[in-house]
C-alpha cells in the first residue's frame, strides 16, 4: 500500500528562525514527489515538484532535497516568516504508464511565532 | 498563470438539499479534474477524477449517486452533493491537469476549495 509519512505533525518555531519538514514515502512506481503549502481554509499551492533524478530544488526560501534510494525528502525553511505559518504537505506521484495517482501526506502545521 | 478557481467559497445549507459546487481552470484547459474531500486536521482524500465528455471514476467508498460530477468542458467541472446530510459538511477541493507537452510532471493546480456546512 502507498503510504506518505509526514514528521513533525505540528512545530512552533521563532520568526526568523529555520527549520526542516521530513517526508518518508512507499509509493511505487514512483514518478515525482511534490511539496504544498496550505493556508487555513485555501486549497493547495505548489512548491517544488522534483522527479527520480533531482535530488534537491529550491523556490525562494524553500528547498527540497530528495532521496529516491531511502525513500525521503526533506523541506528546509530558511529565515521563516509569520506568513510561512501554514501546513506543509509531501505528495507522491506514483505513474502506472496509463495513469498517475497522487498519495498525500497528513501534513506538517508550522506556526511561525514573534 | 495556471489558476483554478471554485464557486462557491463557502455554502450553508439544510440538511436535505441538494449543492452545487464548480470548478473552473481560468487560463488553460484541463481535460482531467480532480475532487478531494479534506476534514479537520486530516489531509486531502480523492473522491473522483472527473473526465471531459466522460463519466467520473470514483475511489472506492465514494457514493456516485450523492457526488454528481459533470465535467462539461475542458475549464468546467462540477460537484453535486445531493440530499446533503450534516456528515457531508466538509472542505472540498478540486484540481486541475493542464492539458499541455510541457506538463511533464503531470502536475495539478487545485482550486481555493468549498467550505460545505450542512445544517
Known amino acids: 500500500k502507498n503510504q506518505v509519512e509526514q514528521s513533525p505533525q505540528s512545530l512552533i518555531i521563532l520568526e526568523g528562525k529555520n527549520c526542516t519538514l521530513q517526508?518518508?514515502?512507499?509509493?511505487?512506481?514512483?514518478?515525482?514527489l511534490r511539496w504544498y503549502k496550505q493556508d487555513t481554509g485555501r486549497g493547495p499551492v505548489s512548491l517544488t515538484i522534483?522527479?527520480?533524478?533531482?535530488n534537491t530544488k529550491s523556490n525562494g526560501r524553500y528547498t527540497a532535497t530528495l532521496d529516491a534510494d531511502t525513500k525521503q525528502s526533506s523541506l528546509h525553511i530558511t529565515a521563516s516568516q509569520l506568513s510561512d505559518s501554514a501546513s506543509y504537505i509531501c505528495?507522491?506521484?506514483?505513474?502506472?504508464?496509463?495513469?498517475?495517482?497522487?498519495?498525500f501526506g497528513t501534513g506538517t502545521r508550522l506556526q511561525v511565532t514573534l | 498563470g495556471a489558476v483554478v478557481s471554485q464557486h462557491p467559497s463557502w455554502v450553508i445549507c439544510k440538511s436535505g438539499t441538494s449543492v452545487k459546487i464548480e470548478c473552473r481552470s481560468l487560463?488553460?484547459?484541463?481535460?482531467?479534474m480532480f475532487w478531494y474531500r479534506q476534514f479537520p486536521k486530516q489531509s486531502l482524500m480523492l473522491m473522483a477524477t472527473?473526465?471531459?465528455?466522460?463519466?467520473?471514476?470514483?475511489e472506492q467508498g465514494v457514493e456516485k449517486d450523492k457526488f454528481l460530477i459533470n465535467h462539461a468542458s475542458l475549464t468546467l467541472s462540477t460537484l453535486t452533493v445531493t440530499s446533503a446530510h450534516p456528515e457531508d459538511s466538509s472542505f472540498y477541493i478540486c484540481?486541475?491537469?493542464?492539458?499541455?507537452?510541457?506538463?511533464?510532471?503531470?502536475?495539478?493546480?487545485f482550486g481555493p476549495g468549498t467550505r460545505l456546512t450542512v445544517l
Open positions: 484540481s486541475a491537469r493542464p492539458v499541455k507537452r510541457s506538463n511533464s510532471y503531470n502536475e495539478q493546480f
Open positions: 517526508c518518508n514515502y512507499t509509493v511505487s512506481p514512483f514518478s515525482n
Open positions: 522534483m522527479t527520480f533524478s533531482e
Open positions: 505528495v507522491v506521484s506514483a505513474y502506472t504508464g496509463t495513469a498517475s495517482k497522487l498519495t
Open positions: 487560463d488553460f484547459q484541463a481535460t482531467t
Open positions: 472527473s473526465n471531459e465528455g466522460s463519466k467520473a471514476t470514483y
